[in-house]
């Protein structure tokens, strides 16, 4: 491996080895957000070797399908995870923290499909070792409010969290935290990558993204820079507000019991019954958090667009 980088990611080191110049640049752009570190500490870490070379020495044949997302199938491994769409393979080792990727570079052609489908699995499954259990949310913070964003893809969470950020709101995080149990209290861990949006959202905030390219096909979001908003690295979330879309004027907001709240919950937490060995412990996290924190179902209405506030004021928080 001839490029070596490491950086520090929610508070565990990952060290990137990579024999191609492509596929660096690509995971580490990924990585941009982080702390850089010149070398590797000791103790508990993730190490990720990327490879050119087309072929792995583990084939999906005959293994158990885990789920599907998109092109990409991910298959039970005895000690980990085999992620694969017939021309790249990503391996997961629960046992060293090591992800292994043979990797075609014909995907990095396709823009970020490696790293943020491929990639954001593979450390997903490797946080959850270290304590740091994946939800499916946007999270923002103000003075007196920490707030998760639930729902799922297409229910409004990034266009609602740019709402907010545009009103005096930070950024934690995009579509994807970290859930860490500490001290009594659960957190959001920012996961640091860029926002994706719609055409339709940056119509909406052309004035406020003015710069940001337009999606191109075969791509359907445009990408905004993390750095470019007010950010929090963690916050402890006191409200969690479920998001439903529908075709109606005004926003209706309702509070919901805490058993409603975690069947919600759950769907947004990614292979939480796939790793047997942490998935009784993603469950008390997500009950503990669900204890600290007011939970709400909204109907999203048209006039979130124009007050994205309204959301909070319908709640009397």
């Known amino acids: ?8 990611m929610s508070g565990i080191p990952v060290a990137v080895n990579a024999d191609d110049p492509s596929l660096f640049r690509a995971v580490k752009d990924f990585f941009s957000g982080y702390t850089f570190l010149r070398r590797m500490p000791a103790g508990r870490r993730i190490t990720m070797n990327l490879t050119s070379r087309r072929t792995s020495p583990i084939q999906p044949a005959h293994r158990p399908v885990l789920f599907t997302y998109g092109r990409i199938k991910g298959y039970r491994l005895e000690h980990g995870l085999l992620l694969s ?25 396709r823009g970020t499909e490696f790293v943020s489908i491929f990639i954001t699995i593979a450390i997903i499954d490797l946080l959850r070792l270290h304590g740091l259990y994946y939800l499916h949310a946007s999270a923002v913070r103000s003075r007196n ?3 998760l964003l639930c729902g799922m893809g297409m229910s409004g969470k990034t266009t609602l969290s740019l709402g907010l ?5 930070r950024l934690c ?7 860490r149990h500490d001290d009594g209290a659960v957190r959001a861990v920012g996961f640091k990558k860029d926002i994706h949006v719609t055409a339709e959202t940056l119509a909406l905030y052309k004035a406020r993204l003015r710069g940001i390219k337009p999606p191109r096909p075969p791509f359907h979001k445009a990408s905004v820079p993390y750095r470019r908003f007010s950010t929090a690295g963690s916050i402890t979330p006191d409200t969690i507000v479920f998001l439903q879309p529908g075709d109606r004027q005004h926003s209706k907001v309702e509070a919901i019991e805490p058993t409603r709240a975690m069947s919600l919950l759950i769907p947004q937490s990614l292979m939480l019954f796939f790793h047997h060995e942490t998935a009784g412990t993603h469950v008390r996290v997500l009950n503990a958090l669900l204890h600290q924190t007011h939970a709400y179902l909204c109907s999203c209405g048209r006039d979130l667009l124009q007050d994205p506030l309204i959301i909070f004021k319908s709640t009397g928080t």
């Open 1 to 8: 491996m001839n490029h070596i980088c490491v950086f520090r």
């Open 85 to 109: 769409d017939t021309s790249t393979f990503v391996t997961v080792d629960h046992r060293s923290g090591t992800v292994d990727a043979y990797v075609d570079p014909r995907i990095l052609e």
């Open 145 to 147: 409010r920490s707030v």
């Open 165 to 169: 950020l545009f009103n005096g709101y």
């Open 173 to 179: 995080s995009d579509d994807a935290v970290f859930l």
